[in-house]
């Protein structure tokens, strides 16, 4: 039901081209990662060949930590540009989007890890996507400072609260 609503508002008001290339790309993306916050080394330190060995080194160690055995990573790679104050967000592409469901479902474990907790994972969105969840993230924040009683988090598009443990 999810997945049919998703398409519904990707397609609707464009064109038959339009919404044939946008449900291609959601697709695509539906097979991506984000990882945010995973330590990144200096730039000028590494050719491209070992740049790419040690993010594919990275996310292995993550899916490690996650016990994450049967998923199928085709290509890692760092996006944007590197900067000394900021580490770079890493996008890894896998086979199927039932594979980034596995990982993301996994992803609660990365608290628990020393080496991983402050990284954070996140399907790859489109930029009105981004908009949207940075936006549900805000309210999310200014919903804690009112009351950090509650346990609250983003499920679905909406943000939802449970008691704290």
């Given at each position: 039901k999810q997945w049919y609503q998703r398409r519904v508002?990707?397609?609707?008001g464009k064109s038959v081209k339009e919404a044939v290339k946008a449900v291609n790309e959601e697709e695509e993306r539906s097979k991506n990662l984000i990882v945010y916050g995973a330590q990144d080394d200096d730039e000028s330190e590494w050719g491209y060949s070992c740049k790419v060995d040690k993010t594919t080194d990275t996310f292995t160690a993550i899916c490690d930590q996650l016990e994450c055995e049967n998923v199928d990573v085709q290509h890692c790679t760092r996006i944007e540009e590197w900067k000394s104050d900021r580490t770079r967000p890493i996008k890894v592409e896998f086979r199927t989007a039932a594979d980034v469901e596995t990982v993301l479902r996994k992803a609660h474990k990365l608290k628990a890890s020393d080496e991983f907790k402050k990284v954070y994972l996140a399907p790859d969105r489109s930029a009105e996507e981004r908009a949207a969840h940075?936006?549900?993230?805000?309210?999310?924040?200014?919903?804690?400072?009112?009351?950090?009683?509650?346990?609250?988090?983003?499920?679905?598009d909406k943000i939802k609260c449970t008691d704290k443990k």
């Open positions: 508002a990707i397609t609707a940075s936006k549900l993230v805000n309210q999310m924040k200014e919903l804690i400072k009112k009351d950090n009683s509650k346990h609250y988090f983003i499920r679905d």
